[in-house]
C-alpha cells in the first residue's frame, strides 16, 4: 500500500510539473501575441512643441551655460590679445577725486561736493522744526523747503558752470548721482512730515497711515522690532540720518528693525561689494571703453552695417556690466547698509527677469524707486482727479528727465536720448502687452530682454558720437 501511495504522489507531481510547464507556454505565447497586437504608435506631440508640455530641459540648459562660457573665455582671450592689460585700480582714485593732472593742483571738487552733501539735510530738519514749533506758516515753510531741495539738485551744475573747478566724467557722475539720491530722500522727507501735520491739524488717520504705519508685529519675523514714533518727535538730527543712510527712498516715521546683525551674511555683503566693484572696473577698462570708442568711426560715416555690428559686439559687455551692476547694487551694498543699519524691509527688486511686458518690468526691477514713485507722485496725481495713464506718464516723464540729468550733466552737454528713451518706455510697454496677449507671456518676455540688451548701448554709442564731436575736435 505504502509503494502505492508514493507511486501515485510521484505521477502527481510529475502531472502538475507538466501542467505548469504547459501554463508557461501558454502564458508566453499569449505575451508575444499581445505584444505584436499592441499599436506602437499613437497620438503625440514632438518635444519642442509647446502643446507637448514637457519642460525638463536642463540638459539644454547646461549645453547653453557651457556654449556662453566658452564664448565668453574666446571673447576675453581675443581682447587680451588686441589691447593687452588696461586694467588700472589706481585710474580710478585719481578720476573719482578730481585730481588735475595737468596743473599739478591738489583740487578736489567732487570730494568738496559730496562733503557738502550733508548741509542741504540739516538746512530741511531745522526747517521743519521751526514749522512744528509755529516759528514759520505751513505755507513759507513748505516753499522754504522748495526752494532748499531744488538748490541741492541744482548744486552739481551750478559747480560746473560757475566755478574754475575741472571735474572729470567719474567724479561728476558719482556727485551727480548722490545728489539725486538725496534730493528723492528729501522729498519724500518733507511731503511725509507735511501729511502728519496735515493728518495731525484735521485729526484723520486716512493720511497718518502713509507715514505712521508700523508693520504687524503678528505678521513680522521674531527679529523685527519695532519703537513707536509720532510726529514732531521724529524731528532729530540722528533719525534724519538714519533715514539717508537706510536703503530706501521712502521716509516713515517708525521703520521695521531687526533686533541683531547676522555676521556670516554681513561677511558675505562685504566680500561681494568689494569684489564686484573691482570686477565692474576692470570690465569697464578692459572690455567697454575700448568697445565704444571703436564704434565712434562708423557712428561718424553713418555706415549702417558696421554700425549694426558694433552695436552687437557693444551690447555684449554692456549688459555683462548692467547686469553685474544690479546685483552689486540691489543685492550687495543694499543689503549690506540694512543689515549694519538693523532695517528689516529688504524688499530692493521683485524677479523682472520673468517680466512679461515693460510695465512688469518697470514696476519689480527697481522696487525703492517704484515705490517712491507711486508713493509720492503716482498716488498724489490720482487723488487729484488726474487719470491712471496721466499719472503714470508723469511718473515717466519725472524719471526720463532725472535720467538725462544723470548723463547730460557729467558729460557737460545736453542731448534728448535718455529722456527720449524713458518716454518711449510707455509706447513700448504697449507693444510687449500686445506680444503677451497675441503670442503669450514668452514674447512678451523676449521683448522685455531685447530692449535691455540693444537699447542701452545704442544711446551709450549716441552719446559718445556727441561727445567726441564736441570735447575731441582736432
Known sequence: MGAKREDNSLRYRRAQSVTTAEDITEKENKARRLQYDKPCHRPRDSLFSWSSQFTNFTGLVNWGFLMLTISGLRLCLENFLKYGIRVNPFEWIIVLTGYNDENYKHEYPSIILLCFSGVPPVVCLLIEKAIAAELFSDKLGESLQIITILLEISLPVIALHLTNQEFNIVGISTVCMVYLILFL??????????????????????????????????????????????????????????????????????????????????????????????????????????????????????????????????????????????????????????????????????????????????????????????????????????????SAIMVFFISAFFHEYLVSVPLQMFRV??????????????????????????????????????GQPLAIMMYYHDYALAHMKP
Open 185 to 390: 530722500k528729501l522729498w519724500s522727507y518733507c511731503q511725509t512730515n507735511h501729511w502728519c501735520r496735515a493728518a495731525k491739524s484735521k485729526q484723520s488717520n486716512s493720511l497718518r497711515r502713509q507715514s505712521l504705519s508700523v508693520p504687524n508685529c503678528k505678521d513680522v519675523d521674531d527679529e523685527v522690532v519695532t519703537g513707536i514714533v509720532q510726529y514732531p518727535d521724529n524731528l532729530k538730527l540722528g533719525d534724519l540720518f538714519y533715514f539717508l543712510l537706510a536703503p530706501t527712498l521712502c521716509y516713515e516715521l517708525n521703520f521695521p528693525r531687526t533686533n541683531r546683525i547676522r555676521k556670516r551674511f554681513l561677511i558675505k555683503r562685504i566680500v561681494e561689494v568689494i569684489f564686484g566693484m573691482n570686477l565692474v572696473m576692470a570690465l569697464f577698462q578692459q572690455w567697454m571703453i575700448p568697445a565704444v570708442t571703436n564704434a565712434l568711426d562708423p557712428f561718424s560715416q553713418m555706415d549702417y552695417i558696421r554700425i549694426t555690428e558694433r552695436l552687437l559686439k557693444l551690447a555684449i559687455p554692456n549688459h555683462l556690466l548692467w547686469l553685474c551692476f544690479f546685483y552689486l547694487t540691489f543685492h550687495s551694498f543694499l543689503n549690506l547698509m540694512g543689515e549694519l543699519l538693523h532695517f528689516a524691509d529688504r524688499n530692493f527688486y521683485g524677479d523682472w527677469w520673468n517680466a512679461r511686458n515693460i510695465s512688469v518690468f518697470w514696476s519689480s526691477w527697481n522696487m525703492p524707486v517704484h515705490i517712491w514713485a507711486v508713493r509720492h507722485v503716482y498716488v498724489p496725481v490720482s487723488s487729484m482727479g488726474y487719470s491712471k495713464g496721466v
Open 417 to 454: 536720448w535718455a529722456f527720449l528713451g524713458m518716454m518711449a518706455q510707455p509706447p513700448l510697454a504697449v507693444i510687449s502687452k500686445v506680444f503677451e496677449w497675441r503670442l503669450g507671456a514668452r514674447w512678451g518676455n523676449m521683448v522685455v530682454w531685447s530692449s535691455l540688451i540693444l
